[in-house]
Structure formats: structure tokens, C-alpha cells
């Protein structure tokens, strides 16, 4: 059904910054969140922060707080992840993802994944 995309990722050096972005389709809900999250390496997925598409509430994981900012564009159905002063511990998968529900977390939760993108940061 709903399908998301992302882009953006590449190579970086710490201290840079990169926006990635989502983009959705095929939505037709009234009340849903969609977020990101990201999986280094050996390492279990980890949330980073979503924004509700009703309310523009959003919630952020504590590696993410004062560096990282979510933010949309409900015409185009996208979500950004604008990620600043990058240090080489943010190389992961980056993955968008839909819940249906309030958004948590909690990846469990989420009903819709996209295929990521990979951030590297070099030091």
C-alpha cells in the first residue's frame, strides 16, 4: 500500500551537514507519523525522531536532540531529517518509516518502511 523513499545519504566529514528526505505515496490517513530511524552496523535499529503529520508534534531520540530537526512538506508528502554538526558515530542506514498510530519510539509500532539510505561520516 504505502510506499516511502528515501534520499539524500552520502559521505561526509564530521562537522558537516546533510538533509535527508522521504517522500510518500499512496496516503490516505487522517491520523499518522512518520519518522526515521537508523541501523549501524552490528547494531540494533535505533529511533531518531518523527514528526505527526496532524500537529507537527515531534519527538526525538537523545542522539538526535539540538543537532538533528524533522520537518515536512504535507503538498509533497515528504518529510526532511536535517542533521547537523555529524559526528562519524551517525554512520547508519537511515530508514523512513509510517505509523498509523500517534508515532512513538518504538519501531514495533510502525506500520511502513522505506528501503534507507546510507549515511557515512568520516573523521
Known amino acids: 500500500q504505502v510506499r516511502l523513499v528515501e534520499s539524500g545519504g552520502g559521505l561526509v566529514q564530521a562537522g558537516d551537514s546533510l538533509r535527508l528526505s522521504c517522500t510518500a505515496s499512496r496516503l490516505t490517513f487522517s491520523s499518522y507519523a512518520m519518522g526515521w530511524f537508523r541501523q549501524a552496523l552490528g547494531k540494533e535499529r535505533e529511533f531518531v525522531g518523527v514528526?505527526?503529520?496532524?500537529?507537527?508534534?515531534?519527538l526525538y531520540g537523545d542522539s538526535a536532540k539540538g543537532r538533528f530537526t524533522i520537518f515536512r512538506d504535507g503538498a509533497k508528502n515528504t518529510i526532511y531529517l536535517q542533521m547537523n554538526s555529524l559526528k562519524p558515530e551517525d554512520t547508519a542506514i537511515y530508514y523512513c518509516a509510517l505509523d498509523r498510530g500517534l508515532g512513538t519510539g518504538d519501531s514495533r509500532t510502525y506500520d511502513y518502511w522505506g528501503q534507507g539510505t546510507q549515511v557515512t561520516v568520516s573523521s
Open positions: 514528526i505527526r503529520w496532524s500537529g507537527d508534534g515531534t
